[in-house]
């Protein structure tokens, strides 16, 4: 590996982000603080759903907040890319082996979620108001679960850049992400799935599930949650597979 | 130390459509063949069957034929992104695919369609270049400021690109291609949709990378930028090496020189035997379209014999075609087909 282009091509993303930083915020975050606002505020301030849906709701925003912009500043640029504008064919000519290049988007991926995930959860607990009880008294779980969610979210994007192209973006949201924010805890903890066995089981294959009932179980312990060892075994595993097939993926769409 | 190049039996065969340019320039895969397998129903395109050759240390050196030859193939097999099927190509001591960093470290890269970063500036184009090859800051900047200017972008220099003509683009390229100063040069099709101003500062650019010692490999369909730029040519079919020379060798090897291409109404055997027979007529071929084309040391001054041979044998003449001594005579003396057929 060369650290020196490695470094670099982190700063030409850290520049190209920073450049269109407030459309990327808006495009990531607008729709889940939507959400909060709907479902935490005006509907628990209405007594249609009870005060502590506030708490359970805020953990599975945050995952989903950082899979999505994670997984999209991975994937988009990806398919653009390699059909269209073959701007990083530049970077697959660097002196490094093509292999660093889909892992240093990754990282750059995974830096964007992060950041995603610190701007959700202050301004989501400032739309929720009062009655939100989470608490930040397990900071290294914490952190390691956002760095593994973080990870996820960007190998997933490199799994779908390299494996769509431009006219499957809308299947993608439509029949990918879209069933995946669904039926991965986001709204709804796990153990609200007791009464659909079969479907509790399924989900279990969903990595959003780990990212969602991880953070539950790092910021509101209080409610039922995934256990700490399977949030984890499932983030590794999940993120494993990601890479491993994003990887190989990437490989074909860069060798001819 | 100056570096070659070595092609050995290289071979490609795709089994889906290649990423590349021939797909993406609309055209057909002009001169590629397809072989379908009824039992699998799969795909398989043969780009390189077999192309051999070697570019020596210091050499302009150009890969000329149609569209669809396999020009572009074998550019994306020495620069590293396509692998070969079968056999090997070498730049210096290096064997490409097996060495590839080391490679990329010797190469300049000027693809064929602009792949320019459009979310950057075009100085930021160049320094982050640069800093994938580890060149330190200030350096980087100097080099990007010393080229931006000597390829007359100066004044768009931080813009971003997405604004630039075709011929900024291209220049641009260029200039990337050079800033972390390679010692092998590789542009595929580097003058296409340029205008000729712009074409004569890109070959006036590609002579002063030469002139420092530095080797040059340009892919091209253009019989002109082949002759006025490159010092040898491979002329490139079906994915192998036709004839290989210098532009002047080559236009030599064609016999007599001039070429008029007839069309008939019909050709009948007594009047190819009349057309051979005419003084000056070096060679005659009868081309799969169905005309004759009469190879010979002269032009215009054969038409009257031809009008006399035509009319002895009962034939009436359609069309009569005369090219002077060029490459274009010498591609179509190899293949039977002009280059932009």
């Not at chain 2, 768009?156 to 690109?161: I, L, S």
């Not at chain 2, 009948?268 to 070096?282: E, F, S, W």
Request: some cysteine; aromatic content about 8%; hydrophobic content about 50%.
């Amino acid at each position: 590996m060369n650290l020196a282009a490695f470094i670099a091509m982190l700063g030409r993303d850290g520049r190209v982000a920073r450049r269109n930083f407030l459309p990327l915020l808006l495009q990531n975050l607008v729709q889940p603080m939507l959400f909060v606002f709907i479902f935490g505020r005006v509907m628990t301030t209405s007594g249609m759903m009870p005060e502590a849906y506030k708490s359970l709701l805020l953990p599975g925003i945050i995952a989903m907040s950082m899979l999505l912009s994670g997984l999209q500043a991975v994937a988009f640029p990806m398919i653009a890319d390699f059909q269209f504008t073959r701007e990083i064919e530049d970077r697959l000519l660097a002196p490094m082996a093509i292999e660093w290049v889909a892992i240093e988007k990754v990282v750059a991926g995974a830096i964007q979620a992060l950041i995603a995930g610190g701007v959700v959860i202050p301004t989501a607990i400032l739309i929720l108001g009062s009655g939100v009880q989470i608490s930040f008294a397990q900071p290294v779980e914490l952190v390691a679960l956002a760095l593994l969610v973080a990870t996820l979210a960007a190998a997933i994007g490199l799994t779908l850049g390299c494996s769509l192209g431009q006219q499957q973006i809308g299947i993608m949201f439509s029949l990918i992400i879209g069933p995946m924010i669904f039926f991965g805890c986001t709204y709804y903890p796990l153990s609200a799935l007791a009464s659909f066995p079969i479907l509790q089981t399924l989900v279990l294959l969903n990595p959003f599930v780990y990212a969602s009932e991880g953070f539950r179980s790092a910021l509101v312990p209080q409610f039922p949650h995934l256990s700490g060892p399977a949030v984890f075994a499932g983030l590794i595993g999940f993120n494993a597979l990601f890479l491993f097939v994003g990887l190989q993926q990437f490989r074909k769409k860069a060798i001819g | 130390m100056d570096v070659g190049i070595r092609i050995d039996g290289l071979r490609k065969v795709y089994t889906s459509p290649p990423p590349a340019a021939p797909m993406a320039r609309g055209g057909p895969m002009g001169g590629q063949r397809l072989f379908k397998r009824p039992e699998k129903k799969k795909i398989e395109i043969v780009a390189l069957d077999g192309m051999s050759l070697e570019v020596q240390p210091g050499e302009i050196f150009g890969l000329l034929g149609p569209n669809g030859a396999g020009k572009s193939t074998t550019v994306g097999i020495l620069t590293t992104r396509v692998k070969p099927t079968a056999g090997a190509a070498w730049i210096g001591g290096h064997e490409v695919w097996r060495e590839r960093v080391a490679v990329k470290r010797m190469i300049g890269v000027v693809p064929q369609k602009p792949n320019l970063d459009f979310a950057l500036t075009a100085r930021e184009i160049l320094t982050y270049h640069a800093a994938y090859f580890g060149i330190p800051p200030a350096e980087r900047l100097g080099r990007a400021a010393d080229l931006l200017d000597r390829f007359k972008l100066g004044d768009r220099a931080d813009q971003m690109v997405h604004g630039f003509s075709g011929g900024m683009m291209q220049r641009l390229s260029i200039a990337r291609a050079l800033m972390h100063a390679p010692q092998v040069l590789f542009l595929d099709e580097p003058s296409t949709g340029l205008d000729p101003q712009t074409r004569l500062l890109l070959w006036e650019l590609i002579r002063d990378f030469n002139r420092d010692g530095h080797t040059v490999l340009l892919t091209t369909h253009n019989m002109e930028e082949a002759d006025a730029l490159c010092d040898r040519l491979a002329i490139v079919d079906h994915g192998r090496v036709i004839a290989t020379g210098t532009p002047q060798d080559l236009k030599r090897s064609v016999p007599g020189g001039f070429v008029v291409r007839l069309a008939f109404d019909r050709v009948t055997d007594g009047l190819r035997a009349a057309l051979a027979a005419i003084p000056g007529v070096t060679e005659l071929q009868t081309p799969p379209d169905g005309g004759v084309d009469l190879y010979a040391d002269q032009g215009g001054t054969l038409i009257p014999h031809i009008v006399s041979a035509a009319a002895a044998a009962g034939a009436t003449i359609h069309d009569i075609h005369i090219s002077e001594p060029s490459l274009e005579n010498l591609f179509l003396h190899h293949t039977g087909r002009r280059l932009r057929e």
